[in-house]
């Protein structure tokens, strides 16, 4: 059977569904960090700049965003993550407000009031939404459905997304769903067209000494900047759902809604250290650590890709088979279960994967 349909370029905006998987090991790690002494970047970086350089397209009458999407937005560019951008004021949201109050030494409540939407915003008048332009390097693919078996996953040169909407989800932080909602029925996506995404600004494409993944290339189709805050230790909180990312003075630098552990796995509660940061991994599916393989399930190598069981990232710790990584069901963080690890978007893990470093510590507590 043949898993490798390429989809049109050319498409009608749709919806799609993603899968998911956890308490892996990871080979291949690739530790090598940022340079500030890469080389100038010449055709061939221009060239893949070009790729992820999505011209804002001009408008006369710009879109008016509500006030719950126009936080999220903001709060995503602070780093304080309210997971998807979807307008909805959820469990998430309500969290990242708090994350802001938190680390602007507001009264912590929640609620998004006035005096937070005035700290948030800053006075600026900046855009929540663009139309921008598809670049052609960007919609080209390729894309592939996606299987349910390991095996057949297996198959597959690349975990990639299934088609062009699903990967302008992505690198806009938001769902299919919510790309569709926003856009005017019958809409197209594909190389040149126009479409209307959250306003999360182009990054270029890393310099990264001994990038042989790739990683500087992830970094902007999920539109997140290759220098961060680093951290001096993160805590991940059961009660509250969340990652939290401390600067040396416990100033809170970033935070993330997390999807962690279940009944069969639950979240390994102590005190761990990072033990190394394996971006774009391979991923290598054991059955004899899930309870719910299939009695027939065996062992398998999958190729890297933002629709892998592990997304674009695997943090590893120093407990055994336990991480924190990205995930293929954004639209689940903080909605789901896991299989013990740490589960974020893979935009916010691929931020987290650019804070911390090996020797990082990690608490984790109920």
Known sequence: MNHHRLLPRHMLLLTALLCSACNVSVTDANDSAPTANAAAPGNAATAANEAYDFQVVPEQNAWQADRIFQAQVQLDRWGLSPGVLDGKDGMSFKAAVR????????PVTGDYDQKTALALLEGEARPTTWLVRIPADFARGPFFDMPKGMKEKA????????????????????????LVSINAPGTKVGAGTTIRVPAIENQPVAQIEGDERGWGATLASLGVAKDQPQADHVVVDKSEGLLKVYAADN??????????GSQYDPLPLGEWTIKGVSRNPDYHYNPALFWDAGAKDEK???????????????IDLSKDHYGIHGTPEPQTIGRSESHGCVRLT?????????????GTKAKFQA
């Open 251 to 260: 100033r809170l630098i970033a935070q993330f809604p997390a999807t962690m």
């Open 300 to 314: 398998a190598v999958l190729k890297p890709g933002p629709n892998g069981p592990v997304g674009v990232v695997w």
């Open 346 to 358: 893979n935009w916010d893990a691929a931020r987290l994967a650019q804070m911390v470093k090996p």
């Open 155 to 178: 198959e597959l040169p690349a975990l990639t997304y299934r088609n062009l909407l699903e990967k302008l989800a992505e690198r806009f932080h938001t769902t299919p769903e919510f």
């Open 99 to 106: 994350g802001f109050q938190e680390a602007n030494k507001l």
